[in-house]
Structures are given as structure tokens and as C-alpha cells.
């Protein structure tokens, strides 16, 4: 089982900034559903919230509650340590990378031509036709290539298409999930 986490967008490793809500009796809306208040009258004022730093996260208040155990996941990974003797580290490498082309005839700028060392549109090995006018293509290219293609279409103008089997297309890249065709 592979689990894949973004630790910086994880509530835990973000250092977010916590609300504290001061309660007032005269307030009339009521506190929020997952808050603790110290006496049962108390009630949420939203004009005296004040933001806070909190490292520890002790105060963090989610408006969706995260399940403990999804909590204790982050946890426990998070107490990983690169250094430790037991545990090997390598970077994963997706198998494939879709490279997802589709038209930009019209583009006015001079396109940039695809490298003869990927395949083509009409590679029949890597290639699918997608969309409903079928001018929509998958290309699917070793994962190790990644970053040159990253490269390729961060280098691209604003304007610029890719010229590619003799056609002006635009171009992105995305990783594909295992087993998305169940919902896609």
C-alpha cells in the first residue's frame, strides 16, 4: 500500500494561524459545533475573533473534523526521521506521466516542436484519442521523463503551442492515479 501526503498541506505541519473566540453573553449566534466554552451561556461572538500563532497546533479548531485516526497517521508519520537507521528512504517514481495535448491551431505564436526523442500523436503504443470532437490526445511517457517535460512546458510563452505530428497544440502534463478508471 503506497500513501501518498503532502505534510505542508497537513493542518499539523502547516503552523497555522488558530482562532480564539472570546464568548459574551449578549451574543446572539451560537458557538461552533466542535468548541469547548467555559460555561454553558457563553456564546460565539464573531467580532472579537484574534488570530494567533500556534506552533503546537493545540488550539486548532477544523470546521470538518479530521478522524482521530487520520490524526494519529500524520502523527506517527510525522515522527519519522530520515536518520533512523531501520527506515530506507528512496524517491518514488511514477511509472508514466500523461502528457495531455489538445488544439491550439489557432495560437499566434511560433510554436516550439516537440522533441523526436518522445513519442508522437500517432504512436500507437503510447497514444489514446480522448473528448468528444477527437481532437483531444493521451500521451503516456516513462515517469523518469517527468521533469523534462516540466521543463518543456514551463518554458513555453503564454501563447506559445507545441508543434507536435505536424499539428499546433497546447500541452499539460498530469501523474495518473492508480485504478482511476473505476471513477473517471
Given amino acids: 500500500v503506497i500513501i501518498l501526503l503532502n505534510a505542508s498541506s497537513s493542518p499539523l505541519y502547516m503552523g497555522q494561524k ?8 449578549s451574543s446572539t449566534t451560537p458557538p461552533p459545533a466542535s468548541s469547548s466554552s467555559s460555561s454553558p451561556s457563553a456564546e460565539y461572538d464573531p ?6 500563532y500556534d506552533p503546537t497546533m493545540q488550539n486548532y479548531n477544523p ?16 515522527r519519522i526521521q530520515e536518520n533512523n537507521d531501520n527506515i530506507k528512504f528512496e524517491d518514488y517514481t511514477f511509472p508514466k506521466v500523461e502528457t495531455l495535448f489538445w488544439d491550439y491551431s489557432y495560437a499566434p505564436d511560433d510554436p516550439f516542436v516537440w522533441p523526436d526523442t518522445y513519442p508522437d500523436l500517432e504512436s500507437t503504443k503510447d497514444c489514446i484519442l480522448r473528448g468528444a470532437t477527437n481532437s483531444e490526445y493521451s500521451l503516456f511517457i516513462d515517469g523518469k521523463e ?13 501563447r506559445q503551442p507545441v508543434l507536435i505530428s505536424g499539428r499546433k497544440m497546447a500541452i499539460s502534463c498530469r501523474v495518473p ?3 482511476e478508471h473505476f471513477w473517471m
Avoid: N, Y
Avoid at 488558530?18 to 464568548?23: F, I, P
Avoid at 473534523?65 to 508519520?77: G, Y
Avoid at 517527468?146 to 503564454?158: A, H, Q, V
Fill in 18 to 25: 488558530t482562532s480564539k473566540h472570546r464568548r459574551t453573553p
Fill in 177 to 179: 492515479v492508480p485504478g
Fill in 63 to 78: 470546521s470538518v473534523i479530521i478522524p482521530k485516526d487520520v490524526l494519529r497517521l500524520f502523527e506517527a508519520l510525522g
Fill in 146 to 158: 517527468r521533469k523534462k517535460i516540466d521543463k518543456i512546458i514551463r518554458g513555453l510563452g503564454m
Fill in 47 to 52: 467580532t472579537t475573533t484574534t488570530e494567533e
